[in-house]
């Protein structure tokens, strides 16, 4: 299959020249890492006002940050799916033997097993379930639990440095 040969004067969509650049800038191989006034310098470049990129530079925070929460949430509910599973399997293995020396006349052990076990993967649903309201409520949850044990640390600190 041929492609067609670029002509001079051919003209390109914004969203085309933002992948053209997307793909040039992971090419390039620049080591290191770039200032905040080479961004700008590259913003003058193309022609981008510093106050539009300052606004998409902000922007780019709030997202970043938005990000690193979202990931901290899910690192913490698998932390605590991860403890859960642990106390399933200690809990219904030692009843589990428990019932086996007792003989097994009666399978009491199976019934906790089975019916622990439902909850606990529809748990583990739910924590690998990252979309929805659910998820978005439980984030929002954690997230506002999670700033106010934030700001408690930082008063019992300065209350108990001072």
Wanted: cysteine-free; charged content about 20%.
């Amino acid at each position: 299959m041929t492609h067609p040969e670029p002509v001079g004067n051919q003209v390109y969509t914004q969203e085309d020249i933002q992948n053209i650049l997307n793909l040039a800038i992971a090419e390039h191989t620049y080591q290191g890492e770039f200032s905040r006034s080479q961004l700008f310098e590259i913003g003058s470049d193309l022609g981008i006002s510093p106050e539009i990129l300052q606004k998409a530079e902000q922007s780019w925070v709030r997202t970043s940050q938005d990000l690193a929460k979202r990931d901290e949430f899910k690192r913490h509910e698998r932390a605590k799916l991860q403890r859960k599973a642990v106390r399933f399997a200690m809990v219904n293995g030692s009843l589990i033997t428990l019932n086996a020396l007792m003989g097994f006349g009666f399978a009491w052990s199976l019934y906790i097993f089975v019916l622990w076990g439902l909850f606990l993967g529809l748990k583990t649903w739910s924590v690998f379930t990252l979309e929805g309201e659910a998820y978005e409520r439980a984030f929002q949850r954690w997230y506002r639990s999670h700033q106010v044990r934030t700001v408690m640390n930082r008063w019992l600190d300065r209350w108990l440095s001072a």
